[in-house]
């Protein structure tokens, strides 16, 4: 690959954060394309440039691979994940040429952030029909299990386990002294789903020289694709808004049900602080304000959480997230840890650090906070999504039409005239009608529209403005429609439905959709 040096770039973000960018196939295009940098973003300050090719996701070559896959691999590294970006002229020159550009990968070098402190790490696999992807080494007479024959893109090597990792933990329990049959015989015995510690050869000969004794308490989280989350509220004047229950001394058949035990949040209100700061009905809370609550009462966690004050955070996990800490026999709380000593790049207002106060909000200001889109989403009916899209051949842009009262479409905010942005992701404004309509219709029984008001379209649109969801902001959660009903609601559903004739079948096909193959793109 001489000439055709790719940056290479290690991108930290916060929870619940993006890396500031979003990552597309294009039409006709070559190449997964860097597109919709955020300005101030980590991706941006970091070096990356609107057109740039990905070419690597934690060393493994992308080039070529389907678009959906590559965007899992960099969602299951977590926080932190390490690019390999060529410019575009030089990719596009490269291509031309018939250069390999999976040649021998550059020394990485840590972009964005501070080099990354030596930790080691958590992985977890869950095993498909092909096998996990790895191979366990020992030699004769020398201590030490360690990771060979990694599979280019398989499980264990998406997963983070690298080529001479050693082996410490398996499912929370020290190998070090295991013979290699044995660990072979527990990986067998572990069944879908297995979680390892292991260590890297730089990191292992760091804590030897110290002398420290390395555990699942000094690993980082990057690598693990499910993620505790950071509720961090203000109370309003009905407080946070859901209920707490403990599921601890209930039964362990009930808890089974369940799939759940400890102190668990229920009954979410709508638009409440708890509601939009992301809290999920179900989810388990782990810590107040990052104490740890198992072992203490349902009266004690209570009252720590209104000793909080006006604001609180918690770390709650959801059942996937629980069940993946607890097969490795790890705190989530070692997750907030290390979310307090991360580097992230700064946002944007922390590069810019305003010198000067934010002013109180005028009449025209509070007008300009409204030019939003909506993002709506719905599940299908019997009688479909309950709306027409309008477009005019040999024309770009499609417009909402025939909105059906209380339907699908109508529950989640899409009101009559508002422009199509994006159907579950893709941008629309420039498809034509059938290919809208084919969105829509692949899109199966559940649609995801990013739609805008006809008059904020125009103004956004005049102002030169790109309309995507960025412009939605930290507030997205308000905007996100949902076919959430309650069983008032749904039994009203019903009985309009059951007193309303079948439309045609060729009408309810226009009102079917998702995304295109000849373009997607991804926030990441």
Same mark, same amino acid.
């Given at each position: 690959m001489a000439g055709y040096k790719p940056k290479v770039i290690s991108l930290t973000k916060s929870p619940g954060h993006s890396f500031g960018f979003y990552l597309r196939v294009e039409q006709a295009v070559d190449g997964h394309l860097i597109r919709c940098l955020d300005m101030g973003g980590a991706a941006e300050l970091a070096g990356m440039k609107d057109g740039d090719r990905l070419l690597r996701v934690n060393g493994t070559f992308v080039d070529g691979l389907p678009h959906s896959e590559v965007v899992d691999m960099v969602r299951i590294s977590g926080v932190s994940v390490t690019f390999h970006i060529l410019e575009e002229a030089s990719y596009l020159q490269a291509k031309e040429?018939?250069?390999?550009?999976?040649?021998?990968?550059?020394?990485?070098? !840590?972009?964005?952030?501070?080099?990354? =402190?030596?930790?080691?790490?958590?992985?977890?696999?869950?095993?498909?029909?092909?096998? @996990?992807? @790895?191979?366990?080494?020992?030699v004769k007479g020398d201590p030490g299990l360690f990771m060979t024959e990694v599979t280019e893109g398989g499980v264990a090597d998406r997963a983070g386990v690298s080529v001479n990792d050693r082996l410490l933990e398996i499912n929370g329990v020290n190998v070090e002294d295991s013979t290699h049959d044995e660990v072979v015989d527990t990986i067998k015995l572990a069944g879908g789903s297995i979680m390892f510690l292991l260590v890297d050869e730089e990191t292992d000969r760091h804590y030897q020289n110290q002398g420290v004794k390395i555990g699942a308490w000094l690993a980082t989280t990057r690598y693990l694709p499910h993620k505790p989350c950071i509720i961090d509220m203000t109370k309003g004047p009905d407080g946070y808004g859901f209920l707490l229950k403990e599921y601890n001394n209930i039964g362990k058949a009930v808890c089974q049900i369940l799939q759940t035990a400890g102190h668990v949040t229920v009954d979410i209100d709508r638009g409440s602080p708890a509601g939009r700061a992301g809290l999920k009905e179900m989810d388990r809370l782990v810590a107040v304000d990052g104490k740890e609550v198992d072992g203490r009462s349902h009266e004690q966690v209570v009252s720590s959480v209104k000793e909080s004050g006006n !604001?609180?955070?918690?770390?709650?996990?959801?059942?996937? !997230? $629980?069940? *993946?800490?607890?097969?490795?026999?790890?705190?989530?709380?070692? @997750?907030?840890?290390? *979310?307090? $000593?991360?580097?992230?790049?700064?946002?944007?207002?922390?590069?810019?650090? @305003?010198?000067?106060?934010?002013?109180? =909000?005028?009449?025209?200001?509070?007008?300009?906070?409204?030019l939003k889109p909506k993002l709506c989403k719905m599940e299908k009916a019997s009688a479909g999504y309950g709306f027409h899209i309008n477009g005019i051949e040999g024309m770009s842009g499609h417009t909402i039409k025939e909105v059906v009262k209380s339907g699908a479409a109508d529950r989640a905010g899409v009101e009559e005239d508002d422009v199509l942005v994006e159907v579950n992701g893709v941008n629309a404004e420039q498809s034509s009608h059938d290919e809208v309509v084919e969105m829509i219709r692949s899109s199966g029984s559940s649609l995801e529209m990013l739609v805008a008001n006809k008059s904020v379209y125009d103004r956004l649109k005049a102002r030169g403005v790109v309309v995507t969801r960025l412009l939605l902001g930290e507030t997205s959660h308000a905007q996100v429609h949902s076919a959430d009903t309650t069983e008032e609601e749904e039994e009203r559903r019903e009985e309009e439905e059951e007193g309303r004739e079948a439309k045609p079948a060729a009408e309810r096909e226009r009102t079917t959709s998702s995304s295109s193959e000849d373009s997607f793109d991804e926030r990441l």
């Open positions: 040429k018939g250069v390999n550009l999976s040649g021998p990968q550059n020394t990485p070098v !840590t972009s964005g952030g501070p080099k990354q =402190a030596l930790k080691p790490k958590l992985c977890y696999l869950v095993k498909p029909s092909s096998g @996990f992807g @790895f191979s366990i080494r020992s !604001t609180c955070c918690l770390l709650v996990v959801d059942k996937d !997230t $629980d069940h *993946m800490y607890k097969q490795g026999k790890v705190s989530p709380l070692i @997750f907030l840890e290390e *979310m307090k $000593d991360s580097n992230s790049p700064p946002s944007y207002r922390e590069a810019l650090k @305003f010198p000067v106060p934010v002013k109180p =909000a005028t009449p025209v200001q509070s007008r300009t906070e409204e």
